[in-house]
């Protein structure tokens, strides 16, 4: 009679254990604690582990990875942590290597070493995230991220192997939305004037771009426009060649940036300066990757589909600007806008062509790297 007392005791724990794991609510204490080190990696782990772990982002939202420390708080909330994903490539240069050391029951997933990373396209040295070579902003294509989320998925599935299941369709579904993601983008950028496929920034961030959708990301005009000794003559002198060289239209501004000289290289130049990316970090817990890469993307498109159209001297704006200023003309330039999609479309077959033969010269260089 006892025995089958516990028989139905031992039952009933193990249905309430399933009933858990099944509507996937866990008590917060039982939780495992990740840790991320940007918001944009804490995004990627939420939408893989969807409330089964408790996930935190090391650097704060808004906060410029570039000249991130951490405090003693911050140590101590990352050495109880269960485990670490980062991006690694250097882009957390000395700070977390030193933690790692000191700690050395940490697991840390370094999630750049998992997308086939590229080389740094401006070659410069003294560039902002360490000196691996390697491109970390690999956020900026989508399809690399779905790589990173592979990687996410199966070092949550070893480390909790009971949730295996849910974990990877979690990473599945969230690949869909990155694939719908990466198609929006190419529909977008397909749309620029191919001559006007060009884009510069403060720092080399979107090298992604170039061989993901075939937007040219020139080096930064000056090695460091954030540096503290300012823009020598010298340093105009080559950035305004440059410029012409290049038939650049626009510098984008990143929003951690100053912009101070590529002010002051537009003046001399005549070309407008575009703000509004934002290439590092996102800013607020409501932001999500997804979003971030959305607005990024609109303020490129809508800077380059219209850039040369206007006069040589104008006053640099911003990128909304544009749009109203060309509302004036509207007539006119729809009909532009018009011709130019036209021809894009003739020449389609040819530029994606020759895409692709770019392509094959990075793809090479990255067989080599790994
Ligand atoms: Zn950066």
Redesign the pocket.
């Known amino acids: 009679m006892f025995k089958r007392f516990q028989w139905i005791l031992i039952l009933q724990v193990l249905l309430l254990a399933l009933l858990v794991s099944c509507n996937g609510t866990i008590e917060e204490e039982e939780k495992l604690k990740v840790m991320a080190t940007t918001p944009l990696l804490q995004d990627w782990v939420n939408n893989v582990a969807k409330g089964r772990v408790s996930v935190e982002s090391i650097i704060p939202y808004g906060a410029d ?2 000249s991130y420390q951490p405090g003693a708080q911050d140590v101590s909330r990352i050495v109880s942590a269960d485990t670490i994903f980062s991006v690694g490539l250097g ?1 957390e240069e000395q700070w977390l290597a030193k933690l790692l050391e000191s700690n050395s029951d940490l697991t840390n997933t370094p999630l750049g070493e998992s997308v086939s990373p590229i080389k740094m396209s401006g070659g410069h040295d003294g560039h ?2 360490g000196d691996s070579g390697l491109d ?2 690999f956020w900026f294509d989508p399809t690399r991220v779905a790589m990173a989320v592979d990687a996410i998925a199966n070092h949550l599935s070893e480390i909790d192997p009971v949730s295996q299941d849910y974990y990877q369709s979690n990473a599945s579904a969230y690949k869909a939305q990155l694939m719908d993601l990466n198609n929006q983008i190419k529909d977008e950028i397909s749309a620029i004037p191919k001559q006007n496929r060009v884009i510069i920034t403060g ?3 979107l090298g992604y771009l170039e061989g993901q959708y075939g937007i040219e990301s020139l080096q930064p005009i000056v090695s460091s426009v954030s540096s503290e000794t300012g823009l020598s003559p010298d340093d105009l002198i080559k950035a305004v060649k440059f410029i012409e060289k290049h038939n650049v239209k626009v510098i984008f501004l ?1 929003s951690t940036q100053s912009d101070k000289y590529a002010k002051t290289v537009a003046n001399e130049t005549g070309i407008n300066v575009a703000s509004g990316l934002n ?2 970090t996102l800013d607020d817990a409501n932001g999500t990757y997804i979003d971030f890469m959305k607005d990024n993307i609109g303020v490129i498109v809508s800077n380059l589909s219209y850039a040369g159209h206007g006069t040589e001297h104008d006053v640099p704006h911003e990128g909304h600007d544009e749009h109203e200023e060309h509302d004036e003309h509207e007539g006119h330039d729809e009909h532009d806008e018009h011709e130019e999609h036209d021809e894009h479309k003739e020449h389609d077959e040819h530029d994606e062509h020759d895409e692709h033969d770019e392509h094959d010269e990075h793809d090479e260089h990255d067989e080599q790297e790994s």
């Open positions: 990875p570039h882009y902002d995230h970390p902003h720092h080399d961030s990143e290439v590092e």
